[in-house]
Protein backbone atom coordinates (compact mmCIF):
# COMPACT_ATOMS: atom_id res chain seq x y z
CA UNK A 1 0.00 0.00 0.00
CA UNK A 2 1.55 3.80 -1.00
CA UNK A 3 0.53 6.55 0.84
CA UNK A 4 -1.72 7.52 -1.90
CA UNK A 5 -3.97 4.74 -2.22
CA UNK A 6 -7.60 5.48 -0.94
CA UNK A 7 -9.10 4.67 2.62
CA UNK A 8 -11.87 4.21 4.72
CA UNK A 9 -10.84 4.69 8.24
CA UNK A 10 -13.60 3.12 10.98
CA UNK A 11 -12.73 4.54 14.38
CA UNK A 12 -15.17 3.11 16.91
CA UNK A 13 -16.18 5.54 20.39
CA UNK A 14 -14.08 4.90 23.45
CA UNK A 15 -15.47 3.14 26.50
CA UNK A 16 -18.75 3.84 27.59
CA UNK A 17 -20.10 2.08 31.31
CA UNK A 18 -22.78 0.73 29.06
CA UNK A 19 -20.04 -0.78 26.59
CA UNK A 20 -18.09 -1.52 29.55
CA UNK A 21 -20.60 -3.81 30.87
CA UNK A 22 -22.20 -5.27 27.19
CA UNK A 23 -25.59 -2.83 27.50
CA UNK A 24 -27.17 -2.23 24.42
CA UNK A 25 -26.47 1.36 23.51
CA UNK A 26 -27.98 2.96 20.25
CA UNK A 27 -29.82 6.13 20.79
CA UNK A 28 -28.85 6.50 24.45
CA UNK A 29 -26.51 9.35 24.87
CA UNK A 30 -24.26 7.81 27.46
CA UNK A 31 -20.72 9.34 28.10
CA UNK A 32 -17.35 7.74 27.87
CA UNK A 33 -15.31 6.31 30.84
CA UNK A 34 -12.19 8.04 32.00
CA UNK A 35 -10.78 5.28 29.86
CA UNK A 36 -12.90 5.30 27.01
CA UNK A 37 -11.57 9.16 27.26
CA UNK A 38 -7.93 7.80 27.02
CA UNK A 39 -9.02 5.29 24.52
CA UNK A 40 -9.78 7.96 22.48
CA UNK A 41 -6.36 10.28 22.62
CA UNK A 42 -4.87 6.91 21.82
CA UNK A 43 -6.74 6.03 19.00
CA UNK A 44 -5.66 9.63 17.14
CA UNK A 45 -2.28 8.74 16.89
CA UNK A 46 -3.21 5.78 15.02
CA UNK A 47 -5.43 7.32 12.55
CA UNK A 48 -2.30 10.14 12.54
CA UNK A 49 0.12 7.20 11.68
CA UNK A 50 -1.61 6.59 8.62
CA UNK A 51 -0.79 9.78 7.05
CA UNK A 52 -4.24 9.95 5.02
CA UNK A 53 -5.16 12.57 2.37
CA UNK A 54 -7.37 15.55 3.88
CA UNK A 55 -9.69 13.06 5.73
CA UNK A 56 -12.83 13.89 5.22
CA UNK A 57 -14.22 13.34 9.21
CA UNK A 58 -17.82 11.84 9.56
CA UNK A 59 -18.85 11.18 13.72
CA UNK A 60 -22.70 9.63 14.59
CA UNK A 61 -24.18 12.66 16.63
CA UNK A 62 -23.99 10.53 19.73
CA UNK A 63 -21.70 12.32 22.16
CA UNK A 64 -19.49 9.28 22.96
CA UNK A 65 -18.45 9.26 19.19
CA UNK A 66 -18.55 13.35 18.99
CA UNK A 67 -15.99 13.34 21.68
CA UNK A 68 -14.06 10.69 20.96
CA UNK A 69 -13.37 12.67 17.45
CA UNK A 70 -12.20 15.65 19.25
CA UNK A 71 -9.83 13.73 21.54
CA UNK A 72 -8.38 12.23 18.72
CA UNK A 73 -7.72 15.28 17.45
CA UNK A 74 -10.34 15.18 14.44
CA UNK A 75 -12.50 17.67 12.52
CA UNK A 76 -15.60 15.83 12.41
CA UNK A 77 -19.25 16.62 10.59
CA UNK A 78 -21.61 14.87 12.41
CA UNK A 79 -23.61 12.69 10.29
CA UNK A 80 -27.06 10.78 11.51
CA UNK A 81 -26.28 8.02 8.96
CA UNK A 82 -23.35 6.54 11.49
CA UNK A 83 -25.94 6.71 14.27
CA UNK A 84 -25.64 2.66 16.20
CA UNK A 85 -27.99 0.14 15.41
CA UNK A 86 -31.20 0.89 16.93
CA UNK A 87 -31.78 -1.96 19.34
CA UNK A 88 -35.53 -0.88 19.96
CA UNK A 89 -36.77 -2.30 23.50
CA UNK A 90 -33.42 -4.12 24.30
CA UNK A 91 -31.95 -0.65 24.23
CA UNK A 92 -29.74 -0.86 27.63
CA UNK A 93 -30.32 -4.37 27.83
CA UNK A 94 -27.56 -7.18 27.72
CA UNK A 95 -27.60 -10.02 25.52
CA UNK A 96 -27.28 -12.53 29.21
CA UNK A 97 -30.92 -10.16 29.66
CA UNK A 98 -32.47 -10.36 26.65
CA UNK A 99 -32.12 -13.98 26.33
CA UNK A 100 -33.77 -14.96 29.10
CA UNK A 101 -36.92 -14.52 27.04
CA UNK A 102 -35.32 -15.09 23.06
CA UNK A 103 -32.89 -17.65 23.73
CA UNK A 104 -30.21 -17.80 21.12
CA UNK A 105 -31.10 -13.90 20.75
CA UNK A 106 -28.40 -11.76 18.84
CA UNK A 107 -28.59 -8.81 16.87
CA UNK A 108 -27.55 -10.34 13.67
CA UNK A 109 -29.68 -13.10 13.69
CA UNK A 110 -33.14 -11.87 15.41
CA UNK A 111 -35.29 -8.61 15.71
CA UNK A 112 -35.47 -5.98 17.95
CA UNK A 113 -38.70 -5.30 18.87
CA UNK A 114 -39.75 -1.65 18.10
CA UNK A 115 -35.72 -1.34 16.62
CA UNK A 116 -33.93 -1.35 13.36
CA UNK A 117 -34.15 -4.82 11.26
CA UNK A 118 -31.01 -6.39 10.25
CA UNK A 119 -32.08 -5.25 6.39
CA UNK A 120 -32.56 -2.10 7.33
CA UNK A 121 -28.70 -1.54 9.14
CA UNK A 122 -27.48 -3.31 5.67
CA UNK A 123 -29.26 -0.12 3.18
CA UNK A 124 -27.97 1.96 5.44
CA UNK A 125 -24.42 0.56 5.67
CA UNK A 126 -24.25 0.75 1.85
CA UNK A 127 -25.45 3.79 1.36
CA UNK A 128 -22.93 5.04 3.83
CA UNK A 129 -20.08 3.20 2.21
CA UNK A 130 -21.35 4.14 -1.28
CA UNK A 131 -21.02 8.02 -0.16
CA UNK A 132 -18.02 7.29 0.94
CA UNK A 133 -16.38 5.96 -1.86
CA UNK A 134 -18.06 9.12 -3.62
CA UNK A 135 -15.28 11.09 -1.84
CA UNK A 136 -12.24 8.73 -2.08
CA UNK A 137 -10.57 10.58 -5.54
CA UNK A 138 -9.93 13.64 -3.79
CA UNK A 139 -9.14 12.53 -0.10
CA UNK A 140 -9.54 9.44 2.98
CA UNK A 141 -12.74 9.04 4.81
CA UNK A 142 -12.97 8.43 8.45
CA UNK A 143 -16.01 7.20 10.01
CA UNK A 144 -16.06 7.81 13.75
CA UNK A 145 -19.08 5.52 15.28
CA UNK A 146 -20.48 2.53 17.05
CA UNK A 147 -19.16 -1.33 17.54
CA UNK A 148 -22.11 -2.94 15.81
CA UNK A 149 -22.24 -0.50 13.05
CA UNK A 150 -19.16 -0.87 12.05
CA UNK A 151 -18.62 -4.47 12.66
CA UNK A 152 -21.64 -4.14 9.71
CA UNK A 153 -19.88 -1.29 7.72
CA UNK A 154 -17.47 -3.53 7.74
CA UNK A 155 -19.04 -7.10 6.62
CA UNK A 156 -20.90 -4.68 3.86
CA UNK A 157 -17.44 -3.82 2.57
CA UNK A 158 -16.13 -6.93 2.55
CA UNK A 159 -18.85 -7.88 0.23
CA UNK A 160 -20.82 -9.73 2.85
CA UNK A 161 -24.45 -10.28 4.61
CA UNK A 162 -24.54 -7.75 7.34
CA UNK A 163 -25.25 -11.20 9.83
CA UNK A 164 -21.61 -11.57 9.02
CA UNK A 165 -20.63 -8.43 11.40
CA UNK A 166 -20.63 -11.20 14.01
CA UNK A 167 -17.03 -12.22 12.54
CA UNK A 168 -15.25 -9.37 13.06
CA UNK A 169 -15.02 -7.62 16.88
CA UNK A 170 -14.74 -4.10 17.15
CA UNK A 171 -13.31 -2.58 20.67
CA UNK A 172 -13.75 0.60 22.39
CA UNK A 173 -11.19 3.14 20.77
CA UNK A 174 -10.03 0.93 18.28
CA UNK A 175 -9.21 1.58 14.67
CA UNK A 176 -9.89 -0.66 11.33
CA UNK A 177 -8.73 0.41 7.68
CA UNK A 178 -10.43 -0.09 4.44
CA UNK A 179 -8.85 -0.40 1.64
CA UNK A 180 -8.20 -2.05 -1.94
CA UNK A 181 -6.00 -4.14 -3.41
CA UNK A 182 -5.81 -4.28 -7.51
CA UNK A 183 -9.26 -2.61 -7.27
CA UNK A 184 -10.83 -5.11 -4.77
CA UNK A 185 -11.91 -3.68 -1.71
CA UNK A 186 -10.36 -5.42 1.12
CA UNK A 187 -10.48 -5.21 4.86
CA UNK A 188 -6.66 -3.73 4.94
CA UNK A 189 -6.26 -3.35 9.03
CA UNK A 190 -8.83 -4.50 11.65
CA UNK A 191 -9.86 -3.52 15.31
CA UNK A 192 -6.38 -1.86 16.40
CA UNK A 193 -6.02 -0.53 19.76
Do not use: K
Request: glycine residues 10%.
Amino acid sequence: MTVADPRIVLLRHGETEWSRTGRHTGRTDVPMTTAGQEQARRAGARVAALGLRDPLVLSSPRQRSVRTAELAGLDAREWDALAEWDYGQYEGLTTPQIREQVPQWTVWTHPCPGGEPADTVAARADMVLAIALSRLDDRDVVLVGHGHFSRALLARWAGLPVAAGNRFGMFPGAVSVLGFEHGVQQVVSHNLT
